[in-house]
């Protein structure tokens, strides 16, 4: 079982350390210290459900309804051309509208609603959760509770570490140049990895 949930844990911190949308969504809101709580956990509390979907055997359901997969592709690319497009506008009208505390903030349900659009519009999310640990929890017959356990809060780990330790960059983004630098960074992400899912699937 130890082993099981070490490496449940390690798996996950690996498929998750990469930037990718959600996770540059979630350092930007801790760089402004804006509603960090609610989208740390809505991303653990999402990919804690995946994994589940995944360790019980849900990823199945994918072979079952083909076309799901392909309708969640292209609403994640649309989404993603969108969200980087109201990045590099935020860039182009400046950074001093972008430091921490300044400014109109977002609300929380404005947050939320990006990042499960973010979390849940985005096929990869669900390779890396429902199939790919799936398929490896399957290794440990009898302990897959342990590994998908450990997986989940090897995600929680991971978000609570990004979005608050974000605050200790706060520094290098009081300068307004840092905060544009960011937002194209975020918005060439998000489009690289729309033209990934449009052209690599």
Same mark, same amino acid.
């Given at each position: 079982?130890?082993?099981? *949930?070490?490496?449940? @844990? ?13 996770? $540059? ?16 956990? *809505?991303? $653990?509390?999402?990919? $804690? ?33 969108? @969200? ?21 903030? *977002? ?18 999310? @669900? ?36 979005? @608050? ?22 918005? *060439? ?13």
């Amino acid at each position: 079982m130890f082993e099981a *949930a070490v490496h449940g @844990y390690l798996v996950s911190l690996s498929l998750i350390l990469a930037i990718g949308a959600q996770n $540059a969504f979630v350092l930007r809101q801790g760089l402004r210290r804006e509603h960090v709580g609610v989208v740390v956990l *809505a991303c $653990a509390a999402s990919d $804690a459900i995946l994994i589940a979907l995944g360790v019980t055997g849900f990823g199945a359901v994918s072979g079952a309804v083909p076309w799901l997969a392909e309708a969640m592709r292209w609403g994640g690319v649309i989404f993603l051309l969108v @969200y980087g497009a109201l990045r590099f506008k935020a860039a182009l009208a400046g950074g001093e509208a972008l430091q921490p505390g300044q400014g109109a903030a *977002a609300s929380v349900r404005s947050v939320l609603t990006t990042v499960l659009v973010l979390t849940w519009a985005n096929p990869h999310v @669900y390779l890396d959760t429902v199939v790919l640990l799936g398929s490896i929890s399957a290794q440990y017959p009898g302990h897959r509770l342990a590994f998908g356990v450990a997986a989940a809060l090897g995600s929680f780990s991971f978000f609570t570490a990004l979005g @608050y330790g974000a605050r200790l960059l706060a520094p290098v983004f009081a300068n307004p140049k840092a905060w544009v630098v960011l937002e194209i960074i975020v918005g *060439a992400t998000m489009w690289a990895i729309a033209a990934g899912l449009a052209f690599g699937g």
